[in-house]
């Protein structure tokens, strides 16, 4: 019996071990010079090499001066682009956001400047929600949310990512797409992004990876609705726009924002 233990527990320290490596694979590869954008935000983009390359793009930005705000488009007949929306928005940047039905219903809680759509949902995939509460940015867990109260914008997405610093296990590791996040550490710094054509799996491993934005360790990550949702749009310190654009029409949007 004592053999058998002993067994299992040098299967489980390898299993760790291969983990721990495969993560260890991810590497950058290339990095593009850094693009200033207004309120001290500032946005990267590299590409990652592991079991394949991945390109990103990241808005790194501090809510000392930003801060976060949902769209919502409740109509797909009045619903307009990305690009259209944070212009007319004044946005620093902005992602596609959650995750909707054919007929346009958000799957999953929003609240858009106090005003709510949806019904939270106790699905796993969607496990965890970005919250302003009392004016303070959160990435929470399902569990975490808790009452409405004091909460002013938040978007109920998943799967979660990344968790006390480690990639989340049981991810799905097959479909190839674009895929869209938010990430905080734990000092208050917060990255939304996107990547082009990865799976979750291998998301959730390269967001974990240390350094990945240089003296940025992600403590959490959080998915949003990716493929042809996926989109990113900025406008730097000079007032020119980089647009990643999305290919479809999506239901709601996550905004940086100059803080007031």
């Not at 799905?172 to 710094?189: L, Q, V």
């Amino acid at each position: 019996m004592n053999r058998f233990f002993a067994l299992i527990a040098s299967l489980l320290a390898g299993l760790a071990l291969h983990q721990s490596a495969q993560a260890a694979d991810w590497r950058v590869e290339q990095r593009n010079a850094d693009v200033e954008l207004p309120s001290g935000a500032v946005l990267h983009r590299f590409s990652v090499e592991g079991e394949d390359t991945v390109d990103f793009t990241i808005v790194q930005f501090q809510t000392r001066q930003c801060a976060v705000k949902i769209i919502d488009q409740p109509t797909r007949s009045s619903a307009v682009s990305l690009g259209k929306a944070m212009a007319n928005a004044g946005a620093i940047a902005g992602v596609n956001g959650g995750f909707f039905t054919p007929d346009f219903a958000p799957l999953g809680l929003v609240i858009a400047d106090g005003q709510r759509a949806g019904t939270w949902m106790r699905s796993s995939l969607l496990g965890g929600a970005v919250v302003v509460k009392n004016g303070r940015l959160l990435v929470l867990w399902r569990d975490e949310v808790g009452g409405s109260e004091g909460i002013s914008q938040l978007l109920q997405a998943g799967p979660r990512l990344v968790n006390n610093g480690q990639p989340v296990q049981g991810l799905e590791n097959k479909s190839h797409r674009p895929r869209t996040f938010i990430a905080t550490n734990s000092e208050g710094g917060w990255l939304l992004g996107i990547a082009e054509s990865t799976t979750i799996a291998n998301l959730a491993q390269i967001l974990a990876k240390p350094g990945l934005v240089p003296h940025f360790d992600i403590s959490r990550a959080l998915n949003f609705d990716g493929g042809k949702s996926t989109g990113l749009w900025a406008r730097t310190f000079q007032g020119e726009i980089i647009y990643e654009s999305e290919f479809s029409t999506v239901r709601n949007f996550v905004v940086i924002v100059p803080r007031k």
